[in-house]
Nanobody, 123 residues
């Protein structure tokens, strides 16, 4: 069982930065691939970024490449999403997800999800 708690969302102007954090419970954090998704009203949840168990492999949606960076600290049971050069279209609720298998995580079918944190980017 894994419990995930996101933090770090907020209101920022276009061009600004935010760092999201996702703290995970349990002793087996390093056994899970981790990812970030986002959702806006009326739309399906969208994959944003993922990182492998050891942190050696990362994946991004095209719109996030070059602006967002996913990282993890297995000693702190935490995954991060550094978001730079934010745009109004990045406005969404951001969710953290955990899944044993990276392929399943990237498909959006993870077993474990956080409650979400709101990111609002003003123009």
């Amino acid at each position: 069982q894994v419990q995930l708690v996101e933090s770090g969302g907020g209101l920022v102007q276009a061009g600004g930065s935010l760092r999201l954090s996702c703290a995970a419970s349990g002793r087996t954090f390093s056994s899970y691939a981790m990812g970030w998704f986002r959702q806006t009203p009326g739309k399906e949840r969208e994959f944003v970024a993922a990182i492998s168990r050891g942190g050696g492999s990362t994946y991004y949606v095209d719109s996030a490449k070059g602006r967002f960076t996913i990282s993890r600290d297995n000693a702190k049971n935490t995954v991060y999403l550094q978001m730079n050069s934010l745009k109004p279209e990045d406005t969404a609720v951001y969710y953290c997800a955990a899944e044993k298998f990276l392929s399943i995580l990237r498909s959006g079918s993870s077993d474990y999800w956080g409650q979400g944190t709101q990111v609002t980017v003003s123009s």
